[in-house]
């Protein structure tokens, strides 16, 4: 598994390049952000604040990320409150995650590399149909 550390560290850049040429909506504020790697995952995570609701937030990454080449694969929910949407695009996923009342921050846009979870992977589980 080590052998990967390598990879995880230079997919760190890529993944800010994407984060970055990702628009956000325009009334929201970046709260934080932040990057991660370990020998198997590399991440890049912002959290936003904003008046928008759910289903605003949801429409514009669903129409940002697809004008992106992102793949959309499902919803998922994360506590009772909190709801997310999953993306991939190539050996990328994203994750666009609503938690509402209770934090400093509203939702959060967060890539990811894993080498053992991709599109690819998830269209050989039958997860995704790429045109």
């Known amino acids: 598994m080590f052998f ?3 990879k995880a ?3 760190v850049p890529s993944l800010e ?3 970055r040429n990702i628009t956000p909506p325009e009334s929201v504020q970046l709260y934080e952000y932040d990057t991660f790697y370990k020998a198997t995952l590399a ?3 912002g959290e936003y604040s904003t008046d928008l609701n759910v289903e605003e937030i949801f429409a514009h990454y669903d129409e940002e990320l697809a004008r992106r080449g ?3 694969l499902g919803k998922h929910d994360i506590t009772v409150e909190a ?6 695009k190539g050996e990328y996923t994203a994750s666009v995650s609503y938690y509402g009342i209770g934090y400093s921050w509203d939702y959060e846009l967060h890539l990811r590399w894993n080498p053992y979870y991709s ?3 998830a269209q050989k589980k039958n997860k995704l149909v790429i045109p």
């Open 4 to 6: 990967l550390f390598p």
């Open 9 to 11: 560290i230079k997919e």
């Open 17 to 19: 390049s994407e984060f």
């Open 43 to 45: 991440s890049v995570d």
């Open 70 to 72: 992102w793949h959309y």
């Open 83 to 88: 709801v997310g949407r999953e993306y991939c």
């Open 119 to 121: 599109c690819s992977l």
